[in-house]
Structures are given as C-alpha cells and as structure tokens.
C-alpha cells in the first residue's frame, strides 16, 4: 500500500514537500511517480524516478521548480515543490511502476502503473 502525506495551504511563491511511504512490499523494486488532479480536469503526470533513483523525467510545467527523490532504505518517494503557483493546486498523488514502462512517454500512462496512494491536497493561494 501507498500512504501519501504532506499536503496543505501554502502562498504563491512558497514551497512544500509531499511524502509517500509503501508498505507491504520491496520497494526498490519500483519505479515511482507522482501525478496530480485539478478539479475538473484529468490526472497528469508531474515526475518520475527509476528504481535506484539514477534516472528522473519531470512534466515541463515543473521542471526547475520541483525535485522528485527516494530513499530505498526507508520506503519512502518524496516530492519537493518550490515556487508554487495557484495552477498547481491539485490532489497529488504517488504512484508505483514494476513494468517496462520507465521510459519518457509510457512513464505517463496511469494504466502502466501497479499501485496508487490515496493523495494529498496541495492548495497554493494567489
């Protein structure tokens, strides 16, 4: 299972780390991303890392302003988000991948996923 936390209200400008832990499972076997959700629109990708971190792809709108890592040790993805803007206001969730799909474009499809956390509400107010 994957338990995310770390949401909350902050200002345009300002920063804030979400946190998703996996339970019940090895987790250096996946590879882990974060997608969010706006009200009224789809689930998108924001960033990915590979299994033993080396490799990371992030969603253009982010790039430069959010950092995505892991800790293999403790289970544990994290996501940094710097420089907020109202438009990343969404619900944030972690995900976890097993598959042959840690490449730049299927890395995206919500389907190629194993497991979802629960998500974390991120408001960032203008």
């Known amino acids: 299972q994957l338990q995310a936390s770390g949401g909350g209200l902050v200002q345009a400008g300002g920063s804030l780390r979400v946190s998703c832990a996996l339970s019940?499972?090895?987790?250096?076997?996946?590879?882990m991303s974060w997608f969010r959700q706006a009200p009224g629109k789809e689930r998108e990708f924001v960033a990915a890392?590979?299994?033993?971190?080396?490799?990371?792809f992030y969603e253009d709108s982010v790039t430069g302003r959010f950092f995505i890592s892991r800790d293999n040790a403790k289970s544990t993805v994290d996501l940094e988000m710097n420089s907020l803007k109202p438009e990343d206001t969404a619900v944030y969730f972690c995900?976890?991948?097993?598959?042959?799909?840690?490449?730049?474009?299927?890395?995206?499809?919500?389907?190629?996923?194993?497991?979802w956390g629960q998500g974390t509400l991120v408001t960032v107010s203008s």
């Open positions: 995900a976890a991948l097993s598959g042959p799909f840690f490449r730049e474009e299927p890395v995206k499809v919500l389907a190629h996923y194993d497991y």
């Open positions: 019940g499972g090895p987790f250096s076997k996946y590879a």
């Open positions: 890392i590979s299994w033993t971190g080396m490799t990371i």
